[in-house]
């Protein structure tokens, strides 16, 4: 049970021992796992009513006990209900049934060394150092209670270097010959050449061949070099970005050395690779601009260049960010095309992106009906033009239709009827590119093509039966009346779908001539009007 000893009577020290159960001497130290029982060493143990109760950490033991980890332990005996009496102990693990694997030695900044062992016993563990392959090991640190199993412990050194073992102490056996494998420190360094990064190190004196070498970089495996190789240069990098490699030296059974993670940044004097550059125009026919910097190149900024209708280059746009929009292409009746060239994060610039010409695209009502869509093609795609695809968008901008084409022009035959304005949009995708280009929207407005009949026979046969418009009357404001012969309004509707079925008041209207007046506003802000008679026959 648990008890709090603090308040009883003063404390004694060394009135009793530790023994073996059966044992009449004293032990000189304990072994874990194995049983021991305390002895008082007072004349007041003669006395028949002597009770005395053992603790542990304010908890109340049962004798014989035993120890499950190595250590110092503070056992208190509490004699006849008052009196206290506190013996330290020395607690031995047992020897292990094999050495300590000594799986991974690791740099750490800041002057750290972290080993990973596995041990088939809860031990102490001397980390011994030896500065070169002929020297004498000398003790560095002592790892305590080591659980069994594979584990991580991290010792403050500045002995970084050399090579270290693992060696078993304060077991019950007393044998301190018990070591594990020798692992020596893996160092690294690394310098910034022209765009590329160089890596040097000593080959490991690990004892045994190196099976290889990998090369880390930002924490995942880059490389992995034969154990020959001390050198490697890494060319995939970037100018003005920073890196940082870590080298690990694989030595025999999956042991592992690994050196301090060491950054750098990439600098370079040679200009980066060209760019790639997409032109697209946006639903408000802005020229909007996707610069594609090659993996290994950094971007700070760049400056935009444009020719219209076969001019010169000029630059129009500087200090950009890699999206931009061109806000004010110009007349789109005539070609433009564009350049870009970046600046990397060492400031030095590229060379200007091959010439890119977005799609520009017209749309012309045609005497005969229907409309006509050209386009220039698209230019500066790598492959070169994958498809085409005509689209149809409706006031709101979404696509109403859209179909595949060829070549640089098509005929809309019979253009949709449910909006008076049409507008039309090519998008151009690159061949074998996650590519694509949106033209400029071009737009018609349809003429209002409808008439009123001069008559209409509402007798329920399906043919003729409602009076309203015939055709298209586009509009955004509708507005049809219908008058006796005394100007009396009879019907209205605001709906181009609803019109007027011949009854008046739930009673059928008589055959003879009606007014209509008719008024509509177009996309335009256009008013149209009508006004005529028609008649109704039964």
């Known amino acids: 049970m648990g008890i709090s000893l603090g308040a009883w009577s003063q404390t004694r020290t060394n009135c009793f021992i530790a023994k073996a159960?059966?044992?009449?001497?004293?032990?000189?130290?304990?072994?874990?796992d194995e049983p021991v029982t305390f002895e008082d060493t007072?004349?007041?143990s003669r006395d028949p009513l002597f009770a005395v109760f053992y603790y542990i950490n304010n908890q109340q033991i049962t004798l014989p006990y035993r120890f499950t980890a190595p250590g110092r332990y503070e056992v208190r005996q509490l004699?006849?209900?008052?009196?206290?009496?506190?013996?330290?102990f020395v607690v031995r693990a047992k020897a292990p049934a094999s050495p300590p694997v000594f799986q991974r030695l690791t740099l750490l900044p800041n002057n750290r060394l972290q080993v990973q062992v596995n041990s088939s016993a809860v031990n102490d563990l001397i980390v011994e150092r030896v500065s070169s392959g002929t020297g004498t090991f000398t003790p560095v640190d002592t790892l305590r209670n080591v659980p069994v199993g594979s584990s991580q412990q991290t010792l403050n050194t500045s002995l970084t270097s050399g090579c270290f073992r693992l060696r078993v102490t304060n077991i019950c056996t007393e044998n301190e010959t018990i070591v594990s494998a020798t692992v020596c420190a893996q160092d690294l360094r690394v310098t910034a050449g022209n765009r590329t990064n160089q890596l040097t190190w000593t080959a490991n004196a690990s004892p045994g061949s190196v099976v290889n070498y990998q090369v880390h970089r930002g924490g995942q495996v880059y490389q992995t070099l034969p154990a020959s190789q001390t050198t490697f240069t890494d060319q995939q990098v970037a100018c003005g970005r920073r890196y940082t490699y870590q080298l690990l030296a694989v030595l025999p059974n999956n042991t592992q050395s690994?050196?301090?993670p060491v950054e750098v940044e990439t600098r370079g004097t040679t200009p980066p690779a060209a760019p790639l550059l997409i032109a697209s125009f946006d639903i408000q026919n802005r020229v909007t601009l996707q610069t594609v910097v090659p993996t290994q190149e950094t971007f700070l900024e760049q400056v935009v260049y444009r020719?219209?209708?076969?001019?010169?280059?000029?630059?129009?746009?500087?200090?950009?960010?890699?999206?931009?929009?061109?806000?004010?292409?110009?007349?789109l009746t005539s070609p433009f095309c564009?350049?870009?060239?970046?600046?990397?994060?060492?400031?030095?610039?590229?060379?200007?992106?091959?010439?890119?010409?977005?799609?520009?695209?017209?749309?012309?009502l045609q005497p005969e009906g229907g409309v006509r869509v050209s386009w220039s093609t698209y230019e500066g795609f790598p492959s070169g033009i994958g498809t085409q695809?005509?689209?149809?968008?409706?006031?709101?901008?979404t696509v109403y239709w859209s179909l595949p084409v060829t070549g640089q022009s098509y005929i809309d035959v019979n253009p949709q009827e449910k909006y008076q304005r049409l507008t039309y949009r090519l998008v151009t995708t690159a061949l074998n590119a996650p590519y694509q280009s949106y033209s400029n929207t071009a737009s018609v407005d349809q003429d209002f093509q409808f008439h009123f009949p001069t008559a209409f026979t509402p007798n329920q046969d399906g043919l003729n039966d409602i009076f309203r418009p015939v055709g298209a009357p586009f509009s955004s404001r509708y507005l049809l009346q219908v008058l006796n012969r005394w100007g009396q309004i009879i019907f209205e509707s605001k709906d181009p779908k609803t019109g007027?079925?011949?009854?008046?008041?739930?009673?059928?209207?008589?055959?003879?001539?009606?007014?209509?007046?008719?008024?509509?506003?177009?996309?335009?802000?256009?008013?149209?009007?009508?006004?005529g008679t028609f008649t109704l026959i039964r």
């Open 42 to 44: 007072t004349a007041r």
């Open 307 to 331: 020719s219209q209708n076969g001019s010169a280059f000029n630059q129009i746009l500087d200090k950009q960010p890699r999206n931009t929009i061109d806000a004010t292409p110009g007349n």
């Open 21 to 32: 159960p059966a044992a009449s001497t004293p032990l000189r130290f304990i072994c874990v």
């Open 258 to 260: 690994a050196s301090l």
């Open 389 to 397: 695809t005509l689209e149809l968008l409706d006031e709101q901008g």
């Open 338 to 364: 564009y350049q870009v060239a970046y600046t990397d994060s060492c400031r030095l610039v590229s060379p200007s992106s091959a010439s890119v010409c977005p799609a520009i695209l017209s749309a012309v």
């Open 500 to 531: 007027w079925d011949g009854t008046h008041g739930g009673k059928l209207a008589l055959p003879e001539t009606y007014i209509y007046r008719f008024e509509a506003l177009d996309v335009n802000g256009q008013r149209i009007t009508r006004k």
């Open 79 to 88: 004699a006849n209900g008052f009196d206290q009496c506190l013996t330290t």
